[in-house]
């Protein structure tokens, strides 16, 4: 049997705030969104601003399906859904996922809806003709996502709530785990056995060690916790991602040069960098 390809592209890198200045043109500016396609499905992690740009990319190929699968709902994940052209256009089928929501009215449509009422908004969520589905689990439920596309999911330290992804396909893996705050000298279990042993962890590395204690309580890690996790889980490669928006290219380079230094499995994660964990 013939297998499949996995690959995955960043749209959005940056946390908290897009960045658009000239400084911030090596790295990307931003906000969070992954891109996993395995075989003919395609899965979005999060919809920051870079969504858009993806969005763009879909009309071109005329790709018409996906699953959004969302780590939570603070704007830097969010804002840039209103913005997804596909989701405007009939013939489009769209599953959007969250598992932090569970048990609020409404859950993740009602979110996504708020963000474009009036007066935040010019054109409600029923301007989009695609055909939408709104889906809300429970973290640390487990689903599939057709074939043999596996998904599991844990819950994160975050303020209200964040959910972390593992997704598997004929044996290749990958992590996506932000936003979450780790308690130095004590790594979180729930997250060591999600990437136990697997080939990509995409791991929020907002700050560093030597800062991180001016921000506790903020619900972000560093790029040093990462490498821990992933060395404790056997994990294979980390990429260090949801940037912090005052890390402008020359801090995102120094933070590049210490990791490499400290593990030979890392890469900073860039707007447009594909990885392939499995080729044609």
Not at 125 to 151: C, P, W, Y
Not at 206 to 219: H, L, R, S
Request: hydrophobic fraction near 40%; charge should be negative.
């Amino acid at each position: 049997m013939k297998r499949m390809s996995f690959s995955v592209r960043f749209w959005g890198v940056r946390g908290t705030v897009a960045c658009a200045s000239p400084q911030y043109v090596q790295f990307g500016g931003n906000t969070s969104c992954v891109q996993v396609k395995i075989g003919n499905e395609q899965i979005i992690l999060d919809a920051g601003t870079g969504i858009r740009e993806l969005g763009s990319d879909f009309l071109r190929k005329n790709i018409r399906k996906a699953s959004l699968l969302l780590t939570h709902t603070h704007w830097d994940h969010i804002n840039g859904f209103p913005f997804f052209i596909p989701a405007f256009q009939e013939g489009g089928t769209f599953r959007v996922m969250a598992g932090h929501l569970t048990g609020q009215e409404g859950g993740i449509e009602n979110v996504l809806a708020g963000q474009m009422a009036a007066p935040w908004f010019p054109v409600p969520i029923q301007t989009m003709k695609a055909d939408l589905s709104f889906e809300n689990f429970r973290a640390g439920e487990h689903f599939s996502l057709g074939g043999d596309i596996q998904v599991r999911t844990c819950a994160l330290n975050h303020p209200n709530g964040a959910t972390a992804y593992r997704i598997e396909s004929q044996g290749s893996s990958l992590a996506y785990v932000t936003d979450t705050e780790h308690i130095p000298g004590k790594p979180d279990a729930a997250i060591l056995e999600l990437i136990d042993g697997v080939d990509l962890v995409i791991y929020d590395s907002t700050y560093a060690d030597e800062n991180f204690p001016k921000y506790v309580g903020w619900g972000h890690s560093t790029w040093q916790e990462g490498v821990r996790l992933c060395q404790a889980a056997k994990a294979k490669r980390l990429v260090l991602f949801h940037h912090d928006p005052n890390n402008d290219d020359s801090v995102m380079e120094k933070i590049e040069k210490d990791a490499e230094k400290v593990w030979d499995g890392i890469c900073v994660a860039r707007e447009g960098m594909e990885i392939k964990l499995k080729g044609d």
